[in-house]
């Protein structure tokens, strides 16, 4: 059971390049989400899904997409990136419980993006 | 929308003393408070959360206590250890609804803890 799986680890980019993150889950989670973290500014979050097909926007949508085609799977996408969105990137899931309030999230380990 | 606020952004201790981190939220209607630790060049973990309907759950030498009213909430850790030494961060959400439902937590901006041996 390898949790939340995050590729690639580290990636360093042009302006104006364009690459796609890769989140993968396998404990079955209807729920998975896109943050960023930078210095001093905690997790905020990008997009979220509720489940296969499904997206959203969160905190901080502009210069992302993303999709989820798989119920396993969440990729995020940059366009094209901008020094700004130099950060680590971190995927996490959780369950649908049904419960009025939230449960735990599961993060990957991180991918550290530069932007030159 | 909500926010939360969390202090102190530092905070240094001896070991074997308590460590307390405090956060606010806007929302009154949020009802979810997890915590989560991360360490130096790995993910969050969850470490205890709270629900709004509860006001104290403790977890070992950990607790977590929440006012609603004055809707803060913060974090205890007693009897410190070296390996408590991390980034602790609060957050807070409440159900929304979107096609089916989910919780999207607004995270505080962390507290470095640093247990001096």
């Known amino acids: 059971n390898a949790g939340v799986t995050q590729t690639p680890k580290f990636r360093v980019l042009k302006t104006g390049q364009s690459m796609t993150l890769l989140c993968a889950q396998d404990m079955n989670h209807e729920y998975m989400y896109w943050y960023r973290q930078d210095p001093g500014m905690g997790l905020r979050l990008i997009h979220y899904?509720?489940?296969?097909?499904?997206?959203a926007k969160g905190e901080v949508p502009d210069g992302y997409n993303v999709s989820r085609l798989k119920k396993q799977n969440f990729l995020l996408g940059l366009e094209s990136a901008a020094p700004s969105q130099t950060s680590v990137y971190f995927c996490?899931?959780?369950?649908?419980?049904?419960?009025?309030?939230?449960?735990?999230?599961?993060f990957g380990p991180g991918t550290r993006l530069t932007v030159l | 929308g909500e926010n939360v606020e969390q202090h102190p952004s530092t905070l240094s201790v001896q070991e074997g003393d308590s460590a307390v981190i405090k956060c606010t939220y806007s929302?009154?209607?949020?009802?979810?408070f997890p915590w989560y630790k991360q360490e130096l060049g790995k993910r969050p973990q969850l470490i205890i959360d709270?629900?709004?309907?509860?006001g104290e759950k403790k977890d070992q030498r950990i607790a977590v206590t929440l006012n609603k009213t004055a809707k803060h909430f913060s974090l205890h850790i007693t009897e410190t250890q070296p390996e408590d030494s991390a980034v602790y961060f609060c957050a807070a959400s409440k159900r929304v609804n979107y096609g089916g439902a989910t919780n999207k937590l607004i995270f505080g901006t962390g507290t470095l803890l640093a247990v001096q041996p």
């Open positions: 899904s509720v489940g296969e097909g499904t997206t």
């Open positions: 996490a899931s959780s369950y649908s419980t049904g419960l009025p309030a939230g449960n735990e999230q599961f």
């Open positions: 709270i629900r709004s309907n509860v």
């Open positions: 929302d009154s209607a949020s009802n979810y």
